[in-house]
Structure formats: C-alpha cells, structure tokens
C-alpha cells in the first residue's frame, strides 16, 4: 500500500483493538488516512490514529459515531471470536456480532456515501450445502451477518463486500489459538494440549491478510460478493505442529487427542484466484516465513514478561 492510498480519507476501524483490527490499524496509520479506530475500552489518541470508545452492538452508539466521523471506509471487525460450539455462547454471539454487523449496516446506510467492509469467517456454511448448517454459534453469526450484507446491498444499494480471511495466524495472536498456543508451550517447556490435529485447514499470515482487506476498499465491481484471503492449499494441524517442534530443542511432545475435535468442521480452501481477478491480491508469505516471524515475535514477547 502506497502512503498516499488514502489519502484526504476517512477510514473507520471497528475492532481496533483486536487480532485483525491491530494490525489494519498499524498498516493504515502509515497512510495519508485519517484512521478512526473504535474500541470498547477508552484508549489514548495518538498522531496517527483517532480512538473512540463505543460498542457497535447498541445502534444508538453506532449511530452516533459513523454520522459524527461521515468516513468513507468502514472496516466492520468487532465482535466476540470463539468458534467452539458451547450453548451458553448463543446469545453473546448474537449479539456481539450479528446485532453489531446490523447495527453498522443501518448507520452506514443512513449516513451514505461509504463502503463497508465485513469479516467473514471460514466456517460459515457453504452455499451450495442442501442443508446448510452451521457447527457454531459463531458460524452462525458470521453466517447471518452475511445474508444481511448481501440484503443491504440488493435492496439499499449499500456498498458493502465481506472479506473472508481463512486461517489467520501471525503476531498478537490470542494465545488460546492453535499456533500461539503450541509456541508459547515450546517456550515454556509445556507439552502442548490438542485435539486429534487431523483436521486441515488453509493457513494465512496476518500482513496477507492485511493486504486484502486494503485492496477490498476500493475495489470494483466486489460490492455484495464474498472474497477469500487463504493460500490455496489444505494443510494438516500435525505438519503445522511438526513445523513448530523442529524449531525449538525441547523435550516437550505434543499431546493429541487431549482436548474434543469440533465438530462439523470441513476442509475448505480460499479460491485465490478469484481474488486475485477481483483484488489483484495473492499471497506473498510462505507458511516456512510466516511461521518463523511468528515464533520470532513470540520469542520477544517472553523474554520481556
């Protein structure tokens, strides 16, 4: 991304604080943009980026803050991230992220002239499914927040594409997700705990991802439609441990099966080259890089604790 990409633009970072926020907030705190970024905490402003405190989930907040900031970017990321299937995450899933996408999606609307940019998730149920079903409250959500974009789109006109980075992994992390957690017990000489690690999943470095969702701001002839970020290629949990093991002399073994599989979970790919046709966008990080700037950054972060 060019400094001058955004220049003269207002760009609203919902989310700001989280995993995907962080990092879009530091790359666009490099641009000419005036970065807005909202957060539920109250956080100290800075030169290069205006924070608010506000929670998308109450639409007289949402409201208020896209009205007052009129941006012209809006990068929907807030809401509660936890893809296990427990009952008691129903109704806080609702609410955090499909009550917020809504919320955002009116107020959009109503102060016109932006675009919006959702997070979509990888495990939202594929179209073409006979019976599409969801294997989380999460998936629900993201599922639900999809069908909402697209309907503001055909019926309101809105602009709004929803970007659906895939296995996202990279520095910050929350430490409970699979690579953090398997460093951060290496690092500690802990055997780290995992379900059967039989499942495949298509894997993604964070600045990647970050990519994609800049290019997705401007792009045209995307609005209604849900773009992939991902490698292209399946990879098994056990070769992405394997990896991380051989990184690091210690006598600590994994321990598969100590916690349940998810269930309803699918292999699944991004189609990069529909994003590449439609961005211009493809991957620049190997899984070797990535993972090694990964371990490097969590390295750093212990000898500081």
Known sequence: MSKTAFAGQKILVTGASGFLGSHLVSRLSESCAQVHAVSRVQRSTNNSTHW?????????????LISGVRPNVIYHLAGLCRGVPDFDLVLP????????????????????????????????????????????????????????????????????????PFMTYGPAQDPSKIIPHVILSL???????????????????????????????????????????????????R??????VAMFKTPSKPLFGAIPDRPLERVRVANIADTLARLGWQPKTSLEVGLARTVEWYSGQLLKA
């Open 187 to 237: 690092l500690r000489e802990e055997a780290p705990r995992l379900a059967s690690g039989n499942q495949h999943f298509d894997w993604i470095y964070i600045d990647d991802v970050i990519d994609g969702f800049i290019a997705a701001a401007d792009a045209s002839d995307i609005d209604g439609r849900t773009i992939d970020l991902g490698s292209g290629v399946a990879v098994q949990i």
């Open 93 to 164: 899933t609702t609410h955090s992220l499909l009550v917020s996408s809504i919320n955002v999606l009116t107020a959009a609307k109503e102060a016109g002239n932006c675009r919006v940019v959702l997070a979509a998730s990888l495990t939202e149920p594929e179209p073409d499914d006979a019976y599409p079903t969801p294997g989380s409250p999460y998936a629900a959500a993201k599922w639900a927040s999809s069908g909402y974009a697209r309907m503001f789109h055909r019926l309101y006109n809105l602009p709004v594409v929803m970007v659906r």
């Open 239 to 244: 070769e992405i441990v394997a990896r991380l």
């Open 52 to 64: 608010w405190q506000g929670d998308m989930a109450d639409v007289a907040s949402a409201r208020s």
